[in-house]
């Protein structure tokens, strides 16, 4: 089956014959959504086969590349090991395996790396809540009522959607011209679902959208219509319609903003017996769960995955810091974490969104999340038709689960997702009069300037110099996911050093920033050209599968070099998210002893979001200072305009 669904060619709608659907369609018209752009002649995906494919780096630019990683992280007398062990695979198993990529390429009907992203991602065992989905924290809007941020937020979301599936949505470009947006069909009517072993994402038909990829799924059951949203509120879960069963309406914000409110009003007490626990769990634990509760749950399961999001609402926050860990795992309590989309609504006015990350990244999240945004604070779309009868008629309808002896894996699960939970701090530093607008008066590039920043702080933390994660889009291709930047250059270890040294001027450290600023920007340009680790990462899953395959076969010397390790282990995990809509963005530490760095650069601040293990030595907190002296002293090394 997965063979099957990999070689199924890309199709080609004619543009006639989507014309004439969107001249069909009396529901919305172009001029009814903000995200419409009445100037698109043919729909915004039709030419997605024509985008250039990710490109494969040479060998030789693959090695060279990971040996400019690796020096800076080791010894001398490590990288001259590394650097013969390289030699030797540029000349025996690299050759081979880069032809095998090449291979693998024109076999594969995306890119070389999708079908492996995808198994890393959905064969991966440990808690989805910390270890893969994001959080996106939205700016306060003026409307604070729960209920009503809760019917706002869908209303405006079933107009992106609606604008999504009939291809009048504006498409997304930078720069350098096109981006792919084959990631936003994933993103609604989408769920994870646990199996032994190997997820799949399961995928469903909106009533105005009837057809639909055939899903990975093992279940008959997958054949619902996706035209209602699942409500959580105090671990209970409720389905509420906001698509007619004809497709012809949807409901008004108002009306779904009384539904929200009956359920807040009614909903009983907070309970510890949650289903929604377990799927903060070990993937193949819930699997087993799962397939267990089927028996008497296959209805509910069916409309939770089916659903077009989850609205969680949450009591009140307080403050962002609560927020950020509510928004990020909130202990597991009120979460339905399969599915691709949850949003999060507080009782004073927090809202926020956690992402189930397999099968889509954080800038197409943003784009939806800012027009999300710019749609509810204008104001002027909002659906002010009369609901349908039948779906105000409608009543929330609540999903109550049969878990008659699954009380110890609820309880175990609770615990688990509160044991690990517990082990991760969480620290915010908010900015205040410094941001984009004082960084680029100077004359520097602002992600240049805080990935140096970061690297300072944790050499005045921790004494040494780790591996960095930074992301980066490669959307401009095919079906393009994304690169790593690897930020700990040498240039930017030198500059760390500068700052170190009394003896140096204020000048030659800020001669040493800009050679280490023009590094980082020159290394962020060439991984949006694929010039990245992702070409020899597939190379190791290439490797890999030789050894199950060819009898005799000897795993590569290369990839159990300890500087490999050293090198893609990303102590320091960085992600920018910077766009106005948001208040603070976040996600888990990739490794056990390493900090998660979210981090937004607005005009006039800039928020970071910090998080990593052992909560008890207040690691976070600490970075935090460290961190905030290093943005000040990167920056005063700068002179003024």
């Not at 995906?45 to 020096?71: A, H, K, N, Q, W």
């Not at 507080?346 to 943003?366: C, K, L, P, R, W």
């Not at 899953?541 to 590569?556: D, I, K, M, T």
Request: some cysteine; hydrophobic content about 40%; overall charge neutral.
């Amino acid at each position: 089956l997965n063979m099957m669904l990999a070689r199924r060619p890309a199709l080609r709608r004619p543009v006639a014959a989507a014309l004439s659907r969107l001249a069909l369609d009396n529901r919305f018209t172009r001029e009814s959504s903000t995200f419409s752009n009445p100037e698109i002649i043919k729909p915004s995906f039709y030419e997605l086969t024509s985008m250039p494919r990710l490109p494969i780096p040479s060998l030789d630019d693959i090695c060279g590349r990971y040996l400019e990683m690796v020096r800076p992280l080791v010894t001398t007398e490590e990288f001259e090991k590394t650097a013969a062990i390289v030699k030797e695979f540029r000349s025996t198993d690299g050759p081979l395996l880069h032809e095998q990529l090449k291979q693998h390429d024109m076999e594969s009907p995306t890119s070389y790396l999708e079908g492996f992203w995808d198994t890393m991602y959905l064969e991966l065992r440990d808690p989805v809540p910390i270890n893969v989905s994001p959080f996106f924290l939205f700016r306060k809007f003026n409307e604070t009522r729960q209920a009503h941020v809760g019917a706002l937020l869908v209303g405006a979301s079933l107009r992106f959607i609606h604008a999504l599936d009939f291809e009048t949505i504006k498409p997304d470009a930078d720069k350098s011209g096109p981006l792919c947006m084959s990631q936003y069909p994933k993103m609604f009517s989408s769920s994870r679902v646990p199996l032994g072993g190997r997820d799949v994402m399961a995928r469903y038909s909106r009533p105005w959208k009837p057809q639909v990829e055939p899903s990975r799924t093992v279940t008959a059951a997958h054949v619902a219509t996706s035209r209602h949203v699942v409500v959580s509120c105090r671990g209970h879960l409720y389905s509420v319609d906001v698509i007619s069963a004809d497709g012809q309406g949807v409901i008004s914000e108002e009306d779904l903003a009384k539904k929200f409110q009956e359920i807040l009003d009614h909903a009983p007490k907070e309970t510890s017996f949650q289903l929604g626990y377990l799927t903060a769990e070990n993937r193949d634990v819930w699997a087993s769960a799962r397939a267990n509760l089927e028996q008497n749950n296959a209805e509910l399961f069916r409309t939770v995955d089916s659903a077009l999001f989850v609205v969680c609402f949450d009591g009140a926050y307080s403050n962002i810091l609560t927020a950020s860990n509510a928004a990020l795992h909130n202990w597991g309590n009120n979460r339905w974490f399969d599915k691709t989309i949850q949003f999060i609504v507080s009782a004073d006015g927090y809202s926020a969104v956690n992402m189930e990350h397999a099968a889509f990244d954080g800038h197409t999240q943003i784009r939806f999340l800012q027009d999300v945004f710019d749609d509810i604070s204008k104001g002027a779309h909002q659906n002010k038709k009369p609901s349908s009868a039948e779906l105000v008629g409608q009543q929330p309808q609540r999903l109550v689960p049969n878990l008659k002896g699954f009380e110890f894996e609820i309880a175990s699960a609770q615990n688990q997702i509160h044991t690990f939970a517990s082990t991760v701090e969480t620290a915010v530093l908010q900015t205040e009069n410094l941001g984009k607008q004082d960084i680029t008066n100077r004359k520097m590039s602002p992600d240049a300037l805080l990935q140096a920043a970061f690297q300072l702080a944790y050499y005045n933390q921790f004494g040494r110099f780790r591996s960095c994660y930074e992301s980066s889009m490669v959307k401009r291709y095919f079906h393009g996911r994304t690169e790593t930047i690897r930020s700990t250059s040498h240039a930017m270890v030198d500059f760390v050093l500068a700052c170190k040294n009394p003896t140096l001027s204020k000048e030659q450290k800020f001669q040493a920033l800009q050679v280490a600023m023009a590094k980082h920007k020159q290394i962020a340009a060439d991984t949006q050209e694929g010039k990245g680790e992702r070409a020899l990462w597939v190379m190791k899953q290439l490797a890999a599968q030789n050894r199950v395959r060819l009898p005799g076969y000897v795993f590569p010397q290369i990839f159990k070099d300890p500087s490999y390790a050293t090198m893609t282990t990303s102590v320091i995990s960085t992600s920018n998210c910077g766009v106005p809509c948001l208040d603070l963005f976040g996600f888990g530490p990739v490794a056990a002893d390493g900090i998660g760095l979210g981090y937004m650069i607005h005009n006039k601040n800039i928020n970071v979001n910090i998080t990593s293990f052992d909560s008890p030595k207040k690691q976070s907190s600490a970075y935090k200072g460290h961190l905030e002296a290093a943005i000040s002293e990167v920056l005063d090394l700068a002179p003024r305009a």
